[in-house]
């Protein structure tokens, strides 16, 4: 039971790769398309948490390969999510849906700080709550922070949004031509042949809380609305 009646609400993770478009920066009219996709999803009456991550500006683990402390890079990777976050809030508001910004680490001029109960407010009077800064802590993921945000918002199922690969599969399918793709497996299973698909802390976070995932691509035009609508597309990860 999700303890909040019947309207479906999930958590959309949306990597820092479908801002850029694939390169450094951000891609609007990608971002536009998207968030016109999840407006579709929230007047069909879901609520929609997100959490966006920021690959396209920095990686922490990168950037520390090139000399900078660790710490202080990841705290620049999280004040990248927090400019994707602000480029969906606009064009979400600009397809005519109610949006808050929560972050992780405060900054009250762009957005309000991270308020579980406040974030369930807004998801229950249809807004969408987009979650930025990560959990405001080095060396974690925005994979991880996916599911802490889904469980203690008490979303129904955590969707990770990919682009390039449609869901999970057998074996990377960029490399490997005999590489299946899964209708459904289990955290058990992802984690024992270590898929990489999602973060390995965000798949043991899921299975421990009995939270269930799906993976989906991004690319097919309106994959976003149907998974948030809770259609059976890519794959469904389980206890
Ligand atoms: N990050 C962090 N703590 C968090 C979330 C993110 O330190 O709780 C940093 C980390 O450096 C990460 C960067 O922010 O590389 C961007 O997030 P992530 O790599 O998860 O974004 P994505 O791969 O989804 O684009």
Redesign the pocket.
């Known amino acids: 039971d999700n303890g909040h009646g019947p309207a479906r609400r999930v958590l959309l993770?949306?990597?820092?790769?479908v801002?850029g478009g694939g390169s450094i920066g951000l891609d609007a009219d990608v971002v536009a398309a998207v968030a016109r996709e999840i407006a579709d999803a929230v007047r069909e009456g879901v609520q929609v948490a997100i959490v966006?991550?920021?690959?396209?500006?920095?990686?922490?683990?990168?950037?520390s390969q090139r000399g900078l402390d660790r710490a202080r890079?990841?705290?620049?990777?999280?004040l990248?999510?927090v400019m994707n976050c602000l480029a969906l809030q606009d064009f979400l508001e600009q397809a005519g849906t109610s949006t808050r910004v929560q972050s992780?680490i405060t900054m009250g001029q762009v957005a309000e700080p991270y308020i579980p109960l406040r974030a369930i407010r807004h998801l229950e009077k249809g807004r969408v709550v987009i979650f930025g800064?990560?959990?405001?802590?080095?060396?974690?993921?925005?994979?991880?922070?996916a599911a802490q945000r889904a469980l203690e918002t008490h979303c129904d199922e955590v969707l990770m949004g990919k682009n390039g690969v449609d869901g999970v599969y057998t074996a990377d399918p960029r490399t490997d031509p005999t590489a299946r793709r899964l209708d459904h497996l289990t955290y058990a299973d992802a984690l024992r042949d270590g898929l990489r698909v999602v973060?390995a802390s965000a798949f043991s976070l899921c299975m421990d809380n009995g939270l269930s995932m799906r993976v989906f691509g991004m690319t097919e035009p309106g994959n976003v609305t149907r998974a948030l609508k809770g259609e059976k597309i890519g794959t469904l990860v389980t206890v």
């Open positions: 993770k949306l990597s820092g790769e801002f966006v991550g920021g690959g396209n500006f920095f990686r922490g683990a990168e950037l890079a990841d705290y620049m990777g999280m990248g999510t992780a800064a990560g959990a405001g802590m080095p060396y974690f993921s925005t994979d991880t922070v973060d």
